[in-house]
């Protein structure tokens, strides 16, 4: 049985790049190589390219996510394993371009990622499926901030965050009025709408659901 191409891709357009590289390493270095041939591809806002085991840069080709290794040599894809952080992989834009050029990724489709990475939609559908959460203000970059209303609104402390990003870049914990200005600043640095949402005290945890062989399975409750 022929081992399939898995492209591991990492990167990103925002500051979570960083991180992103990192969790591809170790996703790299870990899948099984009797497996899998496994390539490394890093997608960043000025070039798209796939790193050999030499670090020699190979440039993808938009069209259809390949890689000319010369020789009349092209190296294609069987699946993509998704690991980019914030911009284009979370958002639903590679998704999107994925699915309009046939190549098969891991993680969820183009409309869930959209969604979910947009804190704000996600909680407008939350709401509709009676799923309570944190009561909150949401802003745009350039509109006027009732510091005295959001509190009056909102009590302290709160937490102020960009609406759409991860690995809790510009996110702020407010427990002064003073400090609310100062705060928001911070999130529109990562994006132009943010959010600031009231306190929950209380444990945080995370529960993931996946699709395997056709099932969906819930995994093990972290906190």
Same mark, same amino acid.
């Given at each position: ?82 690991? $980019? ?45 009676? $799923? ?53 600043? @911070? ?6 709408? @943010?959010? $600031? ?19 969906? @399975? ?6």
């Amino acid at each position: 049985m022929s081992k399939k191409n898995v492209a591991v891709v990492m990167g990103g357009y925002s500051d979570e790049y960083v991180v992103s590289l990192k969790s591809g390493q170790l996703i790299y270095d870990s899948l099984d190589r009797n497996l899998y041939n496994v390539y490394k591809v890093v997608i960043l806002k000025n070039e798209w390219y796939f790193l050999d085991e030499n670090d020699k840069k190979y440039s993808i080709n938009k069209g259809d996510f390949s890689v000319a290794l010369g020789n009349n040599e092209t190296l294609q894809f069987d699946v993509c394993f998704n690991i $980019i952080h914030g911009t284009p992989g979370e958002n639903g834009i590679l998704q999107a371009y994925w699915d309009a050029i046939g190549q098969k990724y891991t993680g969820c489709d183009f409309y869930q990622s959209a969604l979910t990475f947009n804190k704000k939609d996600t909680l407008a559908v939350l709401s509709k499926y009676g $799923i309570p959460s944190a009561k909150s203000v949401y802003l745009r970059k350039g509109e006027e901030i009732n510091v005295d209303e959001i509190i009056e609104n909102l009590g302290l402390p709160v937490f102020v965050k960009p609406n759409q990003s991860g690995s809790s870049l510009g996110i702020s914990k407010v427990k002064e009025k003073s400090e609310l200005i100062a705060a928001t600043e @911070i999130a529109f640095k990562e994006d132009d709408e @943010i959010l $600031i949402e009231s306190f929950l005290n209380g444990m945080e945890v995370s529960v993931g659901v996946i699709d395997f062989k056709g099932e969906t @399975i819930v995994l093990g409750i972290t906190e």
